[in-house]
């Protein structure tokens, strides 16, 4: 199982910023802070406690501790006629009350413009810049049980990107274009982490066909370069991911709303001494709506990626699903469960974790809502290092204005 970067804290109190209840997304004017210059801001701030009883995902002599996080964001917006520009920034600090060394200041900007030149030329750019963590025993040092760091792995990741998008919405047609530019890097134990920094760019297009008002097909192709800093003791990682696939897509209807597509995927590595990758891949995202208060969320994945330690590739293969309830105006609750299979190559490793998650949401007001739940994380594998249970129970406060 990969997490890129762990700011979902961050991630989840700027979205909710205009979503946070239904009273709120229905008012599109409430707790926005509005300007003569036609700016308006949006605050927000998550604070929570909670009590993980394995904070370096060990599979021995697990250390358990009572975290405080405090979560601050704001976001800027302007309208300017059919075209939107967006400023995000976000903070999240952790206290462990039983571990100081594992304290955390993350942060993360954004900036983003969707910009609609005329009715058949339009684009989106989008610019981010994070400065994150890895809880010990996870990422780079998985399967280390936080043994050989006394602190989390820090880290700095940039990436800048967007697309451009020929053809009018009122015609059958469209082809879209993309480029990203994602460079990650990290900023302590540089001995081990040296050989984990690396840039991704990314060239793409998409042929979109629509064939009712809210259903489109297309045919997607993405490469991937992938570049190191360093390289690796074990060998040169340098590689170049080539995707096709074909899928299906449509906008929210009473019933649903997702995005299937299947294909081809060739990952291919500079170094021939790496066995290189081909085979099926797919990616799938579909929401369910049999009620009007409640949705189910299906989720479904195969893919390549680098691993975090040793070994060529690994051959990711994930299915989750999610329930979403609103049980009257102040109460809705969430479960979900997630499966990933990670098959290792150029190792003997294999590893299949289960993460459940319970939540129960209680909307104070507006601007005020009390969450409570759990994390479960179970990981097992045919390498017992890599095996561990980890639980994680919450108390959030998310306040908006």
């Known amino acids: 199982m990969n997490i890129p970067f ?4 961050i991630a989840t109190v700027i979205t909710s910023l205009v979503l946070i209840n239904p009273v709120f997304a229905a008012d ?32 021995v002599d697990t250390q358990d501790s009572w975290i405080l996080t405090v979560t601050p964001a704001v976001q800027a917006q302007l309208l300017d006629g059919n075209n939107i520009h967006t400023l995000e920034l976000g903070f999240e600090y952790g206290d462990y009350f039983s571990s100081s060394d594992d304290n955390y200041l993350d942060a993360l900007l954004r900036a983003s413009s969707e910009v609609e030149l005329n009715q058949s030329n339009r684009f989106n750019f989008e610019a981010m810049y994070v400065a994150g963590h890895e809880d010990r025993g996870t990422g780079v040092f998985e399967g280390n049980s936080g043994y050989i760091q006394e602190e989390p792995n820090t880290y700095d990741v940039f ?6 998008e020929y053809g009018a919405k009122t015609t059958p047609a469209r082809v879209r274009v ?8 990290y900023s302590n134990y540089e001995t ?50 080539n995707t096709a696939r074909l899928g299906v897509e449509w906008e929210a209807t009473a019933a649903s709303e997702g995005s299937i597509k299947v294909g081809y995927q060739r990952k291919s590595f500079d170094n021939k001494e790496r066995e290189d990758f081909s085979g099926l891949s797919w990616e799938a995202k579909v929401s369910w709506k049999p009620l009007t208060y409640s949705v189910f969320d ?31 105006d102040l109460f809705s609750s969430a479960i979900g469960y997630s499966h990933f299979d990670d098959i290792y190559t150029g190792v003997d490793r294999e590893d299949k974790s289960k993460l459940y998650l319970f939540s129960v949401n209680y909307n104070v007001s507006r601007w005020l809502t009390l969450e409570a739940g759990v994390n479960i994380s179970e990981v097992d594998s045919n390498d017992e290092q890599y095996v561990f249970d980890r639980n994680v129970y919450f108390i959030n406060v998310e306040m908006t204005l």
């Open 6 to 9: 762990k700011l979902s804290h």
């Open 28 to 59: 599109e004017k409430a707790g926005m802070i509005q300007t003569e210059s036609g700016i308006d801001f949006i605050p927000g701030l998550n604070s929570g406690i909670k009590y993980d009883d394995n904070i370096s995902s060990a599979s």
């Open 159 to 164: 990436s800048a990107g967007g697309f451009y």
């Open 178 to 185: 993309n480029a990203e530019l994602y460079s990650k890097e």
């Open 192 to 241: 081990i982490t040296q050989y984990r920094n690396f840039d991704d760019t990314t060239l793409g297009a998409t042929f979109y066909y629509d064939t009712r008002s809210v259903t489109s097909i297309f045919a997607d192709f993405q490469s991937v370069d992938t570049a190191y800093d360093s390289m690796d003791p074990t060998g040169d990682r340098d590689s170049k991911t």
């Open 298 to 328: 299906f989720t479904t994945g195969r893919t390549s990626r680098d691993p975090n330690g040793f070994g060529d590739y690994v051959k990711e293969t994930s299915y989750g699903v999610k329930w979403n309830h609103e049980w009257s």
